[in-house]
């Protein structure tokens, strides 16, 4: 599975490479699917973005976002704040701007009907999506549980093969999130741990390169500004954005409106407050994830995300 990852990776990267070339080097946008990200390719489908700056690719799943941005195939990409700390800790140049959601039982631990508690899970299989995330929900399951990792059978894989995996016998409990988590309810799957119940430790960030949030900072401002004014969109044409995504993402509209109950999309107001002041909010949040990350083993050292952000970014947006 790793050199499959790697080779996809890598015809993902010229792909990308030769659909920059526009004029003024357009920032290329990298992410995947989730209702959480869906104003992105709202906005693009809108024509709010000039596509003779801003190039928007939806890439597999969340592995290859991550892989792609740490390469470099894309500028900017839409991120678990575990997947930024990890990039910090690695030591990337990046910069924070914006907080896209935070979870509030979009992640979750879904289980076969016959377990019934979170100790049932000793000897099970267990599939978790192949992103820090993934790592961190089943280190933050198994320590309610009260268990170890050696106590359970671990296949790590990315969210698009999960649904297969389960339907095909091979697993009792999956780590996903939407839309995988609403199609495996739907086979049957329980919910049985979510983001709930670690209320405010992930969030889900639109993370850029330093060196192109320094050469295209106008770029990069107005990709957030078009993020707020989309947002004003879905809030004032509920009916048609609702249509519009739900389509995209290949769910009903009912599906849908049920995903967007498992994530809250801050404000504009509450993202200055959480990137920008004397004393940015994001960064205890962060840290508190970083410790835990680091405690579990999950990044070598802590990752201090200070560093990733410009509390007068936040000064451009309108």
């Not at 799943?61 to 990890?86: C, G, K, M, Q």
């Not at 992103?131 to 009260?146: E, F, H, K, T, V």
Request: aromatic share 6%; charged share 25%; net charge negative.
């Amino acid at each position: 599975m790793r050199w499959q990852l790697r080779l996809l990776i890598a015809v993902i990267a010229l792909f990308l490479s030769a659909c920059s070339e526009e004029p003024e080097q357009a920032i290329r946008i990298g992410s995947s699917p989730w209702p959480g990200y869906e104003p992105l390719y709202l906005a693009r489908d809108l024509g709010y973005f000039d596509h003779n700056r801003v190039s928007l690719f939806e890439l597999p799943s969340a592995d290859i976002t991550l892989e792609s941005f740490r390469n470099h195939s894309v500028d900017i990409a839409s991120l678990p704040l575990d997947s930024v700390l990890e990039l910090i800790q690695e030591g990337s140049q990046i910069k924070i701007i914006l907080i896209m959601n935070i979870s509030h039982g979009g992640d979750v631990v879904l289980v076969k009907p016959d377990i019934k508690h979170l100790t049932d899970i000793k000897g099970k299989r267990v599939a978790a999506v192949n992103i820090p995330l993934g790592l961190y929900m089943l280190s933050r399951l198994l320590d309610r549980a009260g268990l170890e990792k050696k106590d359970i059978e671990l296949s790590l894989m990315s969210e698009t093969e999960q649904e297969a995996f389960y339907k095909s016998g091979q697993a009792d409990v999956v780590i996903t999130y939407d839309p995988v988590k609403t199609a495996l309810q739907k086979a049957g799957m329980k919910t049985i741990f979510d983001s709930t119940d670690i209320p405010n430790e992930i969030f889900d960030i639109l993370v850029v390169h330093e060196s192109v949030y320094l050469s295209h900072k106008k770029d990069v401002c107005e990709v957030v500004n078009q993020w707020f004014e989309t947002l004003d969109y879905i809030h004032e044409n509920q009916q048609d954005a609702a249509v519009k995504i739900s389509r995209r993402l290949g769910v009903s509209e009912s599906d849908y409106h049920q995903m967007l109950k498992g994530i809250i999309i801050p404000d504009k107001k509450t993202v200055k407050a959480m990137l920008g002041g004397e004393k940015p909010e994001l960064v205890p949040a962060a840290n508190r994830l970083a410790s835990i990350l680091q405690k579990e083993r999950l990044i070598k050292d802590f990752a201090d995300v200070s560093g990733a952000i410009d509390t007068d970014f936040v000064s451009c947006i309108n």
